[in-house]
Structures are given as structure tokens and as C-alpha cells.
């Protein structure tokens, strides 16, 4: 009543406390910054049904293992340990994690010196908080070659967070600076896989990977390594294929299974695994047997995942006589709703892939 009151500008600052009133909130303030559903009696979070692992679990107890046989491993995260999984690190190796605070521009420097020390450095940071950071990626990691591996949780979209959380522009601000190699995984297996191919990648490597839990693929006891710029065909066919990466592969397998059960069309699948570099000797291949090619990617459209792959056919005289499909983000800020349902509505889940591939083959 007092500010109404006066004339000109007026600061009013006032002091919060998270939680205020809520004892597991007031004692426990962090694990309260991004609320899913809990137990009000106690503050715990309600466990996953199945109990299946997080992709960000799998992510940090891949790093401790690696990091149990190899000391120079270290984890830096920005204010984020328990949103990244470095918590999980900082348990077992506090003298080699460091939380630089709310300064990812700061981390992506620092774990660059650390890189020129010989160290390994694991910068876990969510997808969209990583774009502060593009000049000093750029400057002090890309064009010094140096071996700083960087793990993008919340990769795609992550739902109620909104248009400031989604992940969806990752693949097209990275895909396109040198030296760097960048990866997707399909599942918690492969994700292990591609954490030890980072650290072992001798220059800069990054690997983004989606919000929640996986399928339930354990990963190996000791994960191996993945040969650079190779994908997999995980189901081969006749009538057309579709290219993908990323949380968007396992989906593409169940619709071609639906759509060669109810139509009885054998479509293919290719999981690219690689972002950078593509795995362009095996995706020229099937260009050469397949007319009909739908792109999938859980990125935006414009520079990223799909726009690789056709820049690679453009460039090898390869896109003449093909019919070629890109489903993904569209130009446009994506709102709130849940996983679920904002991949229905850009028509990147199997409803939406299985009615561009009939569409496709002259079936709808």
C-alpha cells in the first residue's frame, strides 16, 4: 500500500523462502526446484512403475564406472547435480566433481583448461541451459580440439516445463561445428555405449538423451564403444525405410511392425546413432534401394537431424526420383503438455509416423 503511493520507479525486494510452510521442502529445497509427483507425507518422489532407470541414472552410474578405472574422469555440472545425475558422481568421487554454480558459460570453460591438463572432463548440463554456453564451445573447446565431452539431459521435448525446457534445438546448434562428434542413443544400453565412446573420443563429443525412463534395456556391465559415424539397421525391408535417431527409434520399429501386420508392407528401419558424423556410406546405401525415405527427429526441422541427412543425398546427387518425408519440430515455439502428447500433436510418435508411411506408400 505504501509503493501505490509513491512517485517514480520503486524496487521492492522481498525475501522468499522455497517451500515456506512444507517441512521436506524447507529442509530439502533442491529436490523440490522441479516438483513430479511425491508422497505429501514425507516429500518422497513416487517411484516409475516397473521401476524402470532414468536416462539420467544411467547416465551418472555409467560415468562412476568408467570413472572407478580411470581417475582422470571428472564431472562439472551448473547447479544442477541432481537434475543431471552428478550427484550420483559427487558421491563417489567428491574431490572430482565440481558445481560451478549457475554459470554454464563458466563450466564449458573451465572443463576446457581442465581438457589441456589431460583431464576428462563429463559436462553434464540440460539441453536448452547449454545454449549460453555456444560461444565457449565454440572458441575454448571446438577450435582447441580438446577432449570435453558434453551430456545433454532433457534432450527433446520434456513436457510441462514448456517452451523455455524443450531440448529441441541441440542437433542443429552443435551438428554444424568442427571437430565436434554428436550422438542420440535409442535406449539405456546404448546410451552407456556412447558415454564410454565420448570419454575415449579423443576431441570434443556430445550426447544428448530424452526426460524420463527408458525401455528397459540394461545396459552391459562394462559398455563398449561404438565405431564413429555407423549406424545400425535394426529391421530391414522393401517398400521404403525410415531414417531416424534418438528416442524416436524404438517407436519407428513398432510402426513398421503395425504397418507390415496390417498391410503387409516391409518397411525398413535405420537408427543413424551419429548425428556427426553421419553414417553417410550406410544412409547413400539405402538411398540406393529405397524411393521412399521418412526422417524422423525429435529436433527441430530447420538445420537438424533430417536437414543432415538430406544436405548428404543433395551433395552425392542422390535425392533424384525419391519421395522423401521430414517429421520433427516445426518453426515455432512448442508449449506445455506432456510427452505424450505433444509428440501426437507434431506427429512424431508411431501414430504420426505410421500415417505419413502410409501416405507415403499410397495407403491413406
Known amino acids: 500500500e505504501q509503493v501505490k503511493k509513491m512517485d517514480g520507479p520503486v524496487l521492492v525486494h522481498v525475501l522468499t523462502k522455497k517451500g515456506k510452510g512444507y517441512t521436506p521442502a524447507e529442509d530439502n529445497p533442491t529436490q523440490f526446484h522441479g516438483v513430479g509427483s511425491f508422497e505429501p507425507e514425507t516429500g518422497r518422489a513416487k517411484k516409475f512403475k516397473g521401476g524402470l532407470p532414468s536416462y539420467t541414472s544411467v547416465f551418472g552410474n555409467t560415468l562412476c564406472k568408467l570413472a572407478e578405472k580411470d581417475e582422470k574422469i571428472v564431472a562439472i555440472t551448473a547447479a544442477m547435480p541432481e537434475g543431471t545425475g552428478t550427484d550420483i558422481f ?26 589441456t591438463l589431460g583431464y576428462k572432463p563429463a559436462v553434464a548440463i ?3 541451459f547449454l545454449q549460453r554456453s555456444y560461444d565457449q564451445i565454440v572458441h575454448d573447446v571446438c577450435l582447441q580440439n580438446l577432449n570435453v565431452n558434453f551430456f545433454l539431459d532433457r534432450g527433446g521435448l520434456v513436457g510441462a516445463d514448456g517452451a ?6 541441440d542437433m542443429s546448434y552443435l551438428r554444424h561445428i568442427p ?7 535409442k535406449d539405456e544400453a ?3 555405449r556412447m558415454v564410454r565412446t565420448a570419454i575415449d573420443f579423443d576431441g570434443p563429443a556430445a550426447v544428448r538423451y530424452p526426460r524420463g525412463v527408458g525401455i528397459g534395456a ?14 545400425e539397421l535394426l529391421r530391414d525391408g522393401f517398400d521404403g525405410v525410415v531414417i531416424t535417431v534418438g528416442s524416436r527409434v524404438w517407436p519407428a520399429v513398432e510402426t513398421v511392425e503395425e504397418i507390415d501386420e496390417e498391410h503387409g508392407k516391409a518397411v525398413a528401419v535405420f537408427n543413424a546413432r551419429f548425428v556427426k558424423p553421419l553414417p553417410e556410406k550406410e544412409i547413400l546405401e ?7 525415405i521418412l526422417i524422423v527427429e525429435e529436433n527441430a526441422k530447420a538445420g537438424g537431424f533430417s536437414s543432415a541427412v538430406v544436405e548428404l543425398l543433395v551433395d552425392n546427387n542422390a535425392i533424384d526420383g525419391h519421395e522423401i518425408k521430414r517429421l520433427g519440430i516445426p518453426d515455432e515455439f512448442i508449449e506445455h503438455g506432456t510427452q505424450l502428447e505433444l509428440r501426437n500433436e507434431l506427429g512424431i510418435d508411431t501414430e504420426g509416423m505410421k500415417k505419413s508411411m502410409l501416405e507415403m506408400l499410397g495407403l491413406e
Open 286 to 292: 539405402l538411398a540406393s534401394r529405397f524411393k521412399k
Open 164 to 169: 523455455t525446457h524443450h531440448g529441441v534445438f
Open 126 to 128: 540440460y539441453s536448452t
Open 179 to 185: 571437430n565436434l562428434i554428436f550422438m542420440a542413443p
Open 190 to 192: 546404448e546410451l552407456a
Open 90 to 115: 559427487r558421491k563417489q568421487f567428491p574431490d572430482r566433481f565440481v558445481d560451478v554454480g549457475i554459470c554454464e558459460q563458466h563450466a564449458v570453460t573451465f572443463a576446457a583448461g581442465l581438457a
Open 218 to 231: 540394461i545396459p552391459e556391465e562394462t559398455p563398449g564403444t561404438l565405431e564413429i559415424g555407423t549406424g
